[in-house]
Every structure is written in C-alpha cells, then in structure tokens.
C-alpha cells in the first residue's frame, strides 16, 4: 500500500534521477493518477479506440517500417544508451503498434483504452495499480540488486535488472524495466484496481502539447469507466 495515499503528494514525490536525464536531456515523464475506476465496466469507446488504433497502426506501417517512426526510433536510441538491444527487447510502443497492425488484445475496458491511447499518440503509455505502490515512483538507473516480481513459463519468479540499466521503482522494488520494457506484476493491473497510475513517456521528435493531449484523451476515455472519475497529473522532465 503506498505510504503517501493522496494522488497530488504521491505525485509531488515522484522523481526522475539526474543521471538518467544524463542520457536523454529531452526525456519527459507525464504522470497521473486516475481514481473512481470500475475496471469491470464495459465502454463502447474502448471498443471504438481499439478499433482506431489498429486502423492507425495499418496507415502508419504501411508508409514507413516499424523502426524508422519518429519516436519509435528515439526509443530505440535511448534503448542503446543504457545498453539495451532494441531488437530484443522492443519498448512497449514499438511492440504495440507491430501487434496492433494485425490486431491487439482485448483485455478488458481499462487496459483497452490505454493500449489504443498508446498506439494512437504513438506514446509509450504503462498502467499500474496506484495503491499497490509503496512510495512514490522514481526513474533510476538500477544498482542491480533490486527486485523485480514477473513470471517466466507461467511461474512467479524474482529478477534482477542489469547494472546501469533504466528502471522505474519505489520503495519495495522495479514497478518496470528497462524504461518502458516491461511491467511487474506486484503494481499490475487487476480487476481491483479502483485507482491506476498511468506513465506516459516522451522524447523529441514529441512535444509536451502532443503528451498533454494523449493525457487528455486517455482521462477523457477512462471517464466512462466509473462516476466521479477524477485525475491528478504532473509532468517531469525539461524538452
């Protein structure tokens, strides 16, 4: 349970390590928090948005490959900077659009929008359970020794991230890898989750009016999932 309970002071904690601006100056992180969720509820506009995205991804692939989309490519740079190989471990907008173009999952309401948000704003865009946080978010370049709760072959294991490797994190361990690689499944969400935290990642060619409107399209989406939705948000980061 995460120690700092209202959105605006878990937000005003959350922080970005100067050595991980080291790498990308024009890295920046729109965060925000999103309660009054039902995750359960169905939304015609989540079905409407998948069905958007996968139309977008066809339009984009179709003119361009997957690796040479403006931000794609930037991640791809930022991959290689922390040593990462992009094309064995694709950050979560690459991987995205490739399966969008021939169709994504379809989850449930929740996970739904904010997939099709992703694809559509071509942003990297994670969604965590707010309350299972233990302290507020921080970007770091890992040590090597924190813990990191996934699965392999069906099995709840423990990782480790690699030595210099950028990972999000709070308190008890990496919430995510390799920047926006892949999520945990302690912070996951879950048919539970009443209030998500939502991380939408930018660099440039992407501007902060362009992450501001994939923020209000996604809160205005998730609307429909509850009464009395309400968001807090703050941006990190400097262009």
């Not at 729109?30 to 309660?35: D, F, K, N, R, T």
């Not at 992009?86 to 994504?104: D, I, V």
């Not at 921080?138 to 210099?164: C, H, M, S």
């Amino acid at each position: 349970m995460t120690e700092t309970r209202a959105p605006d002071a878990f937000l005003a904690a959350c922080e970005i390590d100067p050595a991980v601006l080291d790498l990308r100056p024009d890295y920046r992180a729109l965060l925000i928090v999103v309660s009054g969720l039902d995750p359960r509820a169905s939304s015609a506009a989540a079905a409407e948005l998948i069905d958007r995205a996968e139309a977008h991804a066809r339009e984009l692939l179709a003119a361009s490959p997957v690796d040479e989309l403006g931000h794609v490519a930037a991640w791809r740079q930022a991959y290689r900077a922390f040593g990462a190989k992009p094309q064995r471990t694709r950050n979560s907008l690459e991987a995205l659009t490739r399966r969008a173009e021939k169709g994504l999952p379809r989850i449930n309401a929740l996970t739904d929008i904010y997939n099709a948000i992703s694809v559509l704003h071509q942003i990297p865009l994670g969604g965590e359970d707010f309350d299972r946080y233990e302290g507020p978010a921080r970007l770091v370049r890992a040590g090597g020794d924190e813990p990191f709760e996934t699965t392999a072959n069906g099995e709840a294991v423990i990782e480790k991230p690699e030595p210099g490797e950028v990972v999000w994190r709070d308190d008890a361990g990496v919430t995510c890898r390799r920047w926006n690689w892949r999520q945990g499944r302690r912070t996951a969400l879950t048919e539970d989750t009443r209030t998500a935290f939502f991380i939408l990642d930018a660099l440039a060619p992407v501007t902060d009016e362009a992450l501001h409107a994939a923020s209000d399209a996604l809160v205005d989406a998730l609307s429909d999932l509850g009464t009395g939705v309400r968001a807090a948000s703050r941006l990190l980061g400097t262009p």
